[in-house]
């Protein structure tokens, strides 16, 4: 085991609204440590000196309304601001899908994800609609709106280094987005519990370049395939 | 019951010829007013319904003759109910 | 400061005996199990209208208003019972509670064939017409209440019907110990605990009643 | 309803009368209605599903920590949990599913919920308050012998035929609405039926904790001088008793669905599977804080006595339970983030979550303030009240994590989360049980527990502890999901190996170590030192009965003066000051003068 493991460091994402979220995760972190240090610290300090001695007696005291007042408000500040703070970078995230993004539909089924591209004519649900299993494919720096759709239970799309997570529902056609900033073969996971294979549904994000993506999306929309 | 004075009966009857005439109300209501916007007719409906439903508490449970605690305790849900639902719609 | 012996003499508390407070606490729960499940009528209801007959074209609205008068007039025979035993009258609780018994028991009488009505109709909870068909719809119908309409209608009247049917087998309990002369003026909790229950019951139907058949 | 009948008849036998001392021994150990053998039934009960739980716990870890390996002595599990093979029996992943999903119900539901409140509650609410009894003795022994059938239930859906559920604690529809999902048919129904009737159980038990905290208070006893762990399972109650009806709802639906077909949740027929989950965490949220709020209590009663030292503000204390109470149901929805629910409902639900960390910051400063100046007794009770505090601290922190919902989407449904619960729960929860048990062992059996082995039971403890839930923190923050019974399935969690191996040694150094507290109890049941009645020098009225408490708990009718936390007062010589004994100077202005009351039989004057 190395000591990296134990890192408080998230790791690395490539994704546009990534470095917000791990902005945040870092804000948090500091906060709540900041206070963990303080109050465990004045725990063990009180333990250590008031702890029990011979003749000592324990000063008789039922507590100061000003002292109560005084952290009660600062800890609703501490909350309101982390809340605040969050708020944007949450309606970024799930609300605000960008304009002219990519549309592809992602159904989930036990246990694998069916990846429908739109083909050459870029419009989905029409008849050159292509299909890859287990895969999503994308260019970099290019915004992809996913329409996650479940089919059996819920499944949930989990691209850790994209930051994304999202609950798969029958019957719902979600949005989902991302945009990658950087290529490489990323990871596909399922974080909801879907089943007896819930530990085997994954598979390959592959960000390209503009051009690799043109490449290889017209080389699946030939691959000969049997139609649905 | 329990202040141990004497009250006379409260006016069951009254409260019954109410009841009966506002589910009679209800019925023609729902029944006839076919044409009304569906959201005014749940609200009328509900209005009736709620109404028939506080006479029955504070009349036959007794509720208007029992002390303030017991009366508060006796709403504390309906708050949480009223949350449950109202949230959750806003899902849909 | 006397020191108080023997006999117990404790806080005022709700200023009411134990055994109504606890009946008020448990219904105080009993709210938020009708809440669950015609909150989730409502729901589900909002969210998928489509799957929802109007009320008045499935169910017979007349039948069950009539029903709903059943219950109110019990209502009326159970706070009869409780007024009669205020007065000491035991022969006014039996004749009040035998009233509410037989109210109540013809109201789950309606019900019961009420429901059959509806099944040979077609109107089931499930979502396969060989279930309607097996309670007495005809060969090729369809299933008109669906796995969401007839799923909440029977839940939410079937579980306000088990609690009018122990209703009626606690007031019975109940007409059992008057007659053995258990209660007195002085001493009618049993009765009233009974009233509130009863009338409970009554007060959810009231609301179910004009959310199920009306709206 | 048909118990209350029966209750008219008990009622009466709890007004005044005393004389059954020849009580069979059936209506004594088994069919009881005293109080305290209740408690002491809950209790052995629930140890024995923690022991469950936590072997549940330890075949969970084998896998994870040497995932795919045989299982040493598995062999003798049937082939439908353990796939037998030449070098022993390996997991199957559906045995996998139904251990996470029974472990996390049996350890809330069967284990830390009846020792909070079956315990707990039965123990110390009659005699903190000044009570004889309940108010309704035997609708509490209903409340047992619900709670019983419901945990055979539960047991036995691993025998049949399927296996147990395997849906998750939370048995999400649709995969809970059907065998087809799952594989799992009758074990999936036996967890709906079981739950069902434990929630009933809990129900009544309840309205007679309610019941009896408002009515049958002994002269004094107002509202703000009773005991803060008698205040906290009053506000659970509380919870218990508006929370618990929707679960049985929702329960009673989901049966409905996987047995006759109606459709409340599931998709295929146009049922919707978000209500579900809104349904179930607006009970079970209130739920988690039906899990903390009586820790809570125990350990400001535990640290209060051993700092000897009055609680620092106990009016915001029990103000901060009852918000604390309140918050609990309007934030449900911070479990649901990812859950396809309406984003706009997410900000509402993360503000509201936050604000929920206000209430818990006075009783984390409070507990603080206590020990400030104190004269701290660093007892094996204190030791666990202590640890409560601390490590409330890291879960409620790491709450603050998943509060916040863009942070959440990376972390929901990792380990980050199975960090937080454990915190909240093993070292929240578990801790305040174990620092109650200690603290009250006494009282229940007339003897104290071994000192010095109980002072190893905890450092073991507390060191294996976090070494085992610690790092899980780690885990999620690089992405393991949850419930996944072969992590190395993925590529990027394969370095993560070492890290779930040494998390499982020390998962089996902790289970092992508390042979150490169950040798320590029966031990000392019979063989430990005998306790005085107040071996804490306790103020509160529970200690100025013998241990254990006779039948009827008190010869005479206590009569209270003052608050329950008046340690190291001026007023005494010694550095505490029992509620019961009478103010130097005749009866102070504000000493409570009992109310006149009505009579407890509901007769008109
Ligand atoms: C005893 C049980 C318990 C308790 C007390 C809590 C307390 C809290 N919990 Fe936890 N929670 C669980 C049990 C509990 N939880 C369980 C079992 C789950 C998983 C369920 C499942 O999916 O299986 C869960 C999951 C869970 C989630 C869902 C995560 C997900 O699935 O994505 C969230 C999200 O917001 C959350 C938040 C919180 C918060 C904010 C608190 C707060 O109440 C904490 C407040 C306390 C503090 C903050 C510390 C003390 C305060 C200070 C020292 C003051 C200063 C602090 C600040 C200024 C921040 N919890
Ligand atoms: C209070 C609750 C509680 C407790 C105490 C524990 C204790 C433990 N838990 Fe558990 N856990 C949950 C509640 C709890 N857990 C829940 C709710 C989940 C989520 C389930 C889900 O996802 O659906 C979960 C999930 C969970 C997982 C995640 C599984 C997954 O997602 O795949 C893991 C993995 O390591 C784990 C491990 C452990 C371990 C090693 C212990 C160890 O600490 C166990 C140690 C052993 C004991 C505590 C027993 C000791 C017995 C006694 C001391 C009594 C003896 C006395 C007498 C008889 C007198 N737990
Ligand atoms: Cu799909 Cu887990
Ligand atoms: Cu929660």
């Known amino acids: 085991m190395t000591w990296s493991d134990w890192s408080w460091v998230l790791p690395e994402a490539f994704s546009t609204f990534s470095d917000d979220v791990d902005m945040i995760y870092y804000v948090i972190l500091w906060v709540t440590g900041i206070i963990f240090v303080i109050t465990e610290g004045v725990l ?26 005084v952290w009660t408000t600062a800890t609703l500040v501490v909350c309101l601001a982390l809340g605040i703070v969050s708020k944007g970078v949450w309606d970024t995230m799930k609300i605000d899908v960008p304009e002219g993004a990519m549309e592809i539909i992602v159904t989930a089924q036990q246990f694998e994800w069916h990846v ?113 | 019951m329990e202040t141990g004075e004497e009250h006379k009966s409260p006016p069951y009857m009254i409260v019954f010829v109410v009841l009966a005439v506002l589910t009679v109300a209800e019925v023609l209501f729902a029944l006839l007013f076919t044409g009304l916007p569906k959201f005014w007719m749940g609200v009328g409906l509900i209005f009736m319904a709620v109404w028939k439903a506080v006479l029955v508490a504070m009349y036959y449970m007794h509720l208007r003759f029992e002390p303030k605690r017991l009366w508060i305790l006796a709403a504390s849900p309906i708050p949480l109910a009223i949350i449950l639902v109202v949230v959750v719609i806003r899902e849909f | 400061m006397t020191t108080i012996t023997a006999d117990r003499a404790p806080m005022a508390g709700m200023k009411v005996y134990h055994l109504k407070l606890g009946m008020w606490v448990f219904l105080l729960s009993e709210v938020m199990f009708f809440t669950g499940l015609i909150g989730s009528y409502v729901i589900l209801r909002f969210a998928h209208p489509e799957a929802f007959g109007v009320p008045g074209e499935v169910l017979n609205v007349p039948l069950t208003a009539f029903n709903t008068f059943v219950l109110i007039c019990s209502s009326v025979t159970m706070v009869k019972a409780f007024a009669a035993i205020e007065q000491n009258d035991q022969e006014g609780l039996q004749k009040w509670l035998l009233a509410t018994i037989l109210l109540g028991a013809f109201f789950v009488g309606v019900q019961a064939w009420e429901y059959t009505l509806l099944a040979s109709e077609g109107f089931v909870p499930m979502a396969e017409s060989y279930h309607a068909i097996a309670r007495g719809a005809a060969e090729g ?75 | 309803m048909s118990t209350t009948e029966k209750d008219i008849a008990s009622a009466v036998d709890a007004g005044g009368q005393h004389d059954h001392h020849e009580i069979p021994w ?143 604690w939370t048995s999400y529809a649709p995969l809970s609405t059907s065998g087809e999902w799952t594989g799992v048919y009758l074990g999936q129904q036996l967890w709906l039926v079981s739950l069902t009737i434990l929630g009933f159980s809990s129900l009544i038990g309840a309205v007679n904790y309610i019941t009896t905290v408002i009515n049958l208070r002994a002269p004094g006893m107002t509202w703000f001088r009773i005991p803060l762990a008698t205040w906290s399972l009053f506000v659970t109650a509380v919870l218990i008793l ?140 204190m030791l666990h009240a202590l640890s409560f505090v601390s490590m409330f601290i890291i879960g409620g922190l790491s709450g603050i994590f998943m509060a916040s919902t863009p ?53 073991l403890t507390f060191i294996f502890y976090n070494l085992v839930f610690f790092p899980m923190h780690n885990l999620g923050l690089q992405g393991m999901m949850r419930r996944i019974y072969d992590f190395t399935q993925y590529d990027f969690l394969q370095p993560l190996q070492p890290m779930n191996q040494f998390i499982t040694l020390f998962a089996f150094a902790l289970i092992t170590t508390q042979l150490l507290f169950v040798f320590n109890f029966f031990w000392s049941i019979f063989k430990g030192e005998k306790a005085g009645n107040n071996p804490w020098k306790s103020n509160t009225l529970e200690w100025t009965v013998p241990s254990p408490p006779p039948h009827g708990n008190f010869a005479e009718m206590p009569t209270v003066f003052r608050g329950p936390y008046e340690y190291s007062s001026p007023e005494s010589d010694d550095d505490f000051l029992p509620q019961t004994t009478p103010p130097r100077e005749g009866p102070g202005p504000s000493s409570g003068v009992p109310e006149p009351t009505p009579t407890p039989e509901g007769a008109e004057a």
């Open chain 1, 44 to 69: 063990i300090y009180f333990l250590v000196r008031y702890r029990h001695k011979e003749g000592r007696k324990a000063t008789y005291d039922h507590g100061s309304s000003k002292l109560e007042i």
């Open chain 1, 116 to 228: 429908t591209y739109p083909g050459p004519d870029g419009a989905l649900g029409t008849a050159d609609d292509f299909e890859v299993l287990n895969q999503i494919h994308a260019a970099v720096d290019e915004p992809v709106w996913i329409h996650l759709r479940a089919t059996d239970v819920l499944h949930s799309l989990f691209l850790p280094e994209m930051r994304v997570k999202q609950d798969a529902v029958p019957g719902k056609d979600i949005p989902v987005w991302f945009e990658a900033t950087a290529t490489g073969e990323y990871t596909i996971g399922c974080a909801e519990l879907c089943g007896i294979g819930h530990t085997t549904m994954n598979g390959t994000l592959t960000i390209h370049t503009a051009a690799d993506f043109q490449a290889w999306a017209t080389a699946q929309a030939q691959r000969p395939r049997p139609r649905p």
């Open chain 3, 141 to 215: 119908s369809e299933v008109i209440g669906g796995p969401l309409y007839g799923a909440t209608f029977y839940t939410m009247t079937g579980f306000h019907g088990a609690h009018v049917s122990i209703g009626v087998f606690c007031l019975c309990f109940t007409l059992y110990r008057a007659r053995k002369g258990a209660y007195t003026a002085g001493n009618l909790g049993g009765v009233e605990i009974m009233g509130l229950y009863w009338h409970f019951v009554d007060l959810v139907w009231i609301l179910l009643f004009t959310i199920v058949y009306l709206i």
């Open chain 4, 26 to 168: 059936i209506r004594k150990y088994v069919f009881a209605t005293d109080h305290k053998m209740i408690a002491k039934q809950f209790m052995f009960v629930s140890l024995f599903f923690l022991v469950v739980g936590g072997a549940l716990a330890g075949m969970m870890r084998f896998q994870l920590g040497f995932p795919g390996q045989p299982m040493p002595g598995a062999g003798i599990l049937p082939d439908a949990m353990m796939a037998p093979t030449p070098n022993g029996a390996i997991m199957l992943p559906e045995f996998y599913n139904s251990l996470v999903t029974m472990h996390g119900t049996i350890m809330i539901f069967f284990a830390i919920m009846p020792l909070l409140v079956g315990l707990f509650g039965n123990l110390l609410i009659p005699l903190q308050i000044g009570a004889e009894d309940m108010a309704f003795p035997r609708l509490n022994m209903a409340s047992f012998w619900l709670a019983v059938p419901a945990g055979m239930l539960m047991l036995a859906s691993f025998a049949v035929e399927g296996g147990a559920a395997g849906a998750g």
């Open chain 4, 242 to 381: 508006l929370a618990i009806p929707i679960l049985a709802g929702a329960l009673i639906m989901l049966l409905f669905d996987q047995t006759i077909g109606t459709g409340f949740f599931r998709p295929e027929v146009g049922g919707e599977p978000l209500l579900w989950q809104h349904l179930f965490w607006f009970f079970g949220h209130p739920e988690v804080y039906i899990l903390i709020l009586p820790a809570m209590g125990i350990t400001s009663e535990v640290l209060s006595n051993r700092a000897r030292k009055p609680i620092f503000g106990y009016h915001s204390m029990v103000l901060a339970l009852i918000s604390i109470g309140f918050l609990g149901w309007i934030v449900w929805g911070h479990h649901m983030f990812q859950s396809g629910m309406n984003p706009l409902l997410g900000t509402s639900f993360m503000i509201s979550t936050m604000a929920i960390a206000v209430p818990s910051a006075i009783k984390t400063f409070n507990w603080l303030g206590t020990l400030w100046k104190a004269d701290i007794h660093f007892d094996v009770p």
């Open chain 4, 407 to 459: 942070v959440d989407i990376y972390i929901h449904d990792t380990y980050f989360i199975v960090a937080h619960l454990h915190y909240v729960l093993f070292g929240g929860s578990l801790f305040a049980i174990f620092a109650g048990i200690t603290y009250w062992f006494p009282k229940m059996f007339g003897r104290m527990m071994n000192e010095p082995l109980g002072k190893v039971h905890f450092v």
